[in-house]
Every structure is written in structure tokens, then in C-alpha cells.
Nanobody, 124 residues
Framework: QVQLVESGGGLVQAGDSLRLSCTAS????????MGWFRQAPGKEREFVARISRAGGTTQYADSVKGRFTISRDNAKNTVYLQMSSLKPEDTAVYYC?????????????????WGQGTQVTVSS
């Protein structure tokens, strides 16, 4: 198993940038594909981005393509979500997740481990 802790959330204005970090305490971080999900008040948790074990392949939700970038540094046991051109509709709690499989990357139940989440609030 792997323990995940997110950080970097905060209150920003529309158009600003923010970078989220997720650090794993386990020894086998490189064996997991990593994903970011988010959940706004009153809505279901939705897929944001995913990165493969070695970082060579990424996928994004249509709503964030061109604005968000997922990356990872396996030497630091950390995955990042760089967010730019933030919009009020990006306001949500952002969650880091880990999975040992490559299929159905955009589905919540495909991920085995989850962090506690970090709040991102974007003001207009």
C-alpha cells in the first residue's frame, strides 16, 4: 500500500496559476499510475488527469486540456498538477490517487489509494 498526502491548494483569482503536489510515503511509488480527481460541492467526484508509471503517457479531462499539466518525479515520490488560467468552475477539493492497473483511467473505482484532498478556490 501507499500513503498519499496532497498540498498546494489555496485561494486564487481567475486567471492565476497554482501547482498541487502529492507525496507518497511508500517504497514502490514507481509501480503505480497516478491520477488527479476533483469534487465540487453538490457534485460527483470527477476525473482530471492521469500519468503512467514512468511518466511517458498522460490523459486529461476535456474540461482541463490545454490548461492543466500532470507530471511526476519518481525519485521524490511526488506527482504534480500544474494548473494555469484557472476559472471559478475549477473550484473543488482536489484528490490524488494511485492505481496498479492501466485500464479505465478515468473511473474512480479503478484507483486503490487516495489522499485526503486539498481545497482549491478560484474567485472571479
Amino acid at each position: 500500500q501507499v500513503q498519499l498526502v496532497e498540498s498546494g491548494g489555496g485561494l486564487v483569482q481567475a486567471g492565476d496559476s497554482l501547482r498541487l503536489s502529492c507525496t507518497a510515503s511508500g517504497r514502490t511509488f514507481s509501480s503505480y499510475a497516478m491520477g488527479w480527481f476533483r469534487q465540487a460541492p453538490g457534485k460527483e467526484r470527477e476525473f482530471v488527469a492521469r500519468i503512467s508509471r514512468a511518466g511517458g503517457t498522460t490523459q486529461y479531462a476535456d474540461s482541463v486540456k490545454g490548461r492543466f499539466t500532470i507530471s511526476r518525479d519518481n525519485a521524490k515520490n511526488t506527482v504534480y498538477l500544474q494548473m494555469s488560467s484557472l476559472k471559478p468552475e475549477d473550484t473543488a477539493v482536489y484528490y490524488c490517487a494511485a492505481t496498479g492497473n492501466y485500464s479505465n483511467y478515468d473511473r474512480r473505482n479503478s484507483y486503490n489509494y487516495w489522499g485526503q484532498g486539498t481545497q482549491v478556490t478560484v474567485s472571479s
